[in-house]
Structures are given as C-alpha cells and as structure tokens.
C-alpha cells in the first residue's frame, strides 16, 4: 500500500525567510502533485511532476521531484503572508487506478 | 470556462437520513473523483467514475455509492448517515483514464447531527 509522508505537518515562520516542505512516498510513483487548500476551501493545483529532475517554479514556489529517492521537496522563498495555506502533497502510482494517495498536509503559517 | 462545480455547497442531516451530492465536471473531463475530508484528517479517496462506469473504489462501506450520468455528471449517496460521516466531500475531474491533472470543485460540507 502505498503510503505519504510530509513533514513537517505544521510550519510557522517569518516573513522573508525560506523554508522547505518534504514529501516522501514508499513505492514508485506515475506522478505528483503538490496542491494549496485555504481554510474551509477547495485544493487548488499549484504543481504536476512527472519525471526524475522535474522541477517547477511558480512565483515563490518551487517544487523538485527526486523518484530515485521517492522524494518532492516544495521550497519556498521569503515567504509572504498571503502563502498561508495547508498544502498537500499527492502521489499516483498507477494513473490507470484512478486515484491519488494524499499526505496528510503541511499547515504553513507565515507570520509578519 | 466553469470549473467543477458541486452542489449543495452545505448540507443538515440527521443519523440515519440519506445525503445525495452532485457534482458538475469541467467540460470535455470523462472522469470525476470523489474524495472526503474529515475534519483534521486528509483526503481519503472514495470514488473514481469514468464513461459512466465505476473504475475504483476506496476503503469505505458500501452504504456510500454513487453514479455518473451520460453527461459525465455525478453523484455522491451516503445513506445511513453516521456522526462521523460529517466532513468535506471534494470531486474532482480530469481528461479520463492515464490523463492528467485533477482540478477540484468547491466541496460540500455534510454536517450529520
């Protein structure tokens, strides 16, 4: 069964600062996705990996995709405010399955 | 272009009622998802449908079910309704089978009293 693990589940930081959030799967994966979800709110999709070395930026968001060590780092850079979300992270390992296994979250929390 | 859309947007009932969600895909997705979110806890996969049939099923109890239309519609029944089966149903659609990104409708929050 295929099992995801992020960490931390919570971060509070400064505004500014940089930090990383890790997410860690134990058997090959198809894909990965890193989403954002606001409270009460829907996910929003910010990132799609498919491959060994992908990486993609979006703003002051950047995320990699290592599959040899079954790892996706989501990096953030002087972090804002407005970054203040739960994100999830979300693995597929046989896109003919359907469906995604998600971790249980990283609360971000970005204080002035 | 409209986005999933899912109604309703909440949704009252009581131990042992029925709850139906429905749940709209964007246009030209043949896939729709269904996923629950309890509170404190991830999302758990429920339900993939796809060319009106079901393709997979998450570990719950058959009293959750559902159905997707010709028009790739669909929807979420829960009967027997159990305290905890209050959480945030999310659907979510995509091009179909092997295809790529799910994008995520707005949630119906069930609260069972």
């Known amino acids: 069964e295929l099992k995801v693990e992020q960490n931390p589940l919570f971060l509070s930081m400064q505004e500014g600062k940089n930090y990383t959030i890790y997410c860690n799967y134990s058997?090959?994966?198809?894909?990965l996705y890193w989403y954002r979800q606001d409270p009460g709110k829907s996910l929003e999709s910010l990132f799609v990996l498919l491959s060994n070395g992908a990486v993609k930026q979006e703003g002051r968001l950047m995320a990699s995709l290592d599959t040899k060590a079954r790892l996706s780092t989501l990096h953030i850079t002087a972090a804002v405010h407005d970054l203040s979300a739960t994100y999830f992270c979300a693995v597929d390992i046989n896109t003919n399955a359907g469906k995604s296994t998600f971790g249980d979250g990283t609360t971000l929390t970005v204080k002035p | 272009e409209a986005g999933v859309t899912q109604s309703p947007t909440h949704l009252i009932k009581t131990r042992g009622q029925q709850a139906t969600l429905r749940c709209s895909p964007i246009s030209g997705h043949t896939s729709v998802y269904w996923y629950q979110q309890a509170l404190g806890l991830g999302l758990q996969f429920l339900l993939w449908?796809?060319?009106?049939?079901?393709?997979n099923r998450g570990n719950f109890p058959p009293r959750f079910s559902g159905r997707q239309f010709p028009n790739y519609s669909s929807e979420l029944n829960v009967n027997a309704l159990e305290l905890e089966d209050s959480a945030l149903y999310l659907c979510?659609?995509?091009?179909?089978?092997?295809?790529?990104?799910?994008?995520f409708g707005q949630g119906t929050r069930l609260t069972v009293v």
């Open positions: 449908y796809d060319e009106g049939e079901e393709r």
């Open positions: 979510a659609s995509s091009l179909g089978v092997g295809g790529t990104e799910a994008f």
């Open positions: 058997t090959t994966s198809d894909r």
